[in-house]
């Protein structure tokens, strides 16, 4: 876990400041895991943990999947180190995430969900829902930073973050960084 967080800092995927995230939330630190993704074997030595645990669960796993855009490059990444094939699930024209671009599941196949970081688990659940339309099965969750709130919703699939951090989050009218004036930024990809 602290070689994970050492890594985030090394590559300068650890920002501080006062962040809008994808979820509408505010924070104080944001995980630009891009960042610490454009080296490969950087990502071999955050993800080799996460899948020796999932291999010691004896989990039973067909394919790989990421939403995209955050979910594509560790979803690869796990396939990569699993000898399975790694797909995505993109939004279409409504903002509806799908599978796209001939990606095709067949029915039982069993799915690991693999994202960069999980804030309220929003782009997890899409994902998901797109997977098991197709009549796939989602057999687990795993991630780089599992940063949701202490009480957050439990993930109701075997979960597997390569770290866990508890950072500061707030709605809009209650962000004590609003509250003192600093200016935000939003660093994701999505329109929110």
């Given at each position: 876990m602290n070689d994970v967080i050492e890594l985030l800092k090394e590559t300068g995927a650890l920002l501080e400041g006062h962040f809008l995230l994808s979820s509408g939330r505010h924070s104080d630190r944001y995980f630009q895991c891009a960042k610490l993704l454009q080296y490969p074997d950087k990502a071999r030595l955050v993800f080799e943990s996460v899948v020796k645990q999932f291999l010691d669960d004896n989990l039973k796993i067909d394919v790989i999947a990421g939403p995209a855009m955050g979910g594509i490059i560790p979803a690869w990444e796990v396939g990569r180190q699993l000898g399975l094939p790694a797909i995505f699930t993109e939004r279409d024209d409504s903002g509806c995430m799908t599978l796209r671009r001939g990606f095709e599941l067949t029915k039982g196949q069993k799915v690991l969900i693999v994202e960069d970081v999980v804030t309220t688990g929003k782009s997890s659940l899409e994902c998901a829902a797109a997977i098991e339309s197709s009549g796939a099965v989602v057999a687990a969750l795993a991630c780089i930073v599992d940063r949701r709130l202490?009480?957050?919703?439990?993930?109701?699939?075997?979960?597997?973050?390569?770290?866990?951090?508890?950072?500061?989050?707030?709605?809009?009218s209650e962000c004590e960084l609003c509250k003192q004036g600093l200016p935000l930024v939003k660093p994701g990809s999505r329109k929110i």
């Open positions: 202490q009480g957050a919703q439990d993930i109701t699939w075997p979960f597997y973050p390569a770290v866990k951090m508890f950072v500061g989050s707030w709605d809009t």
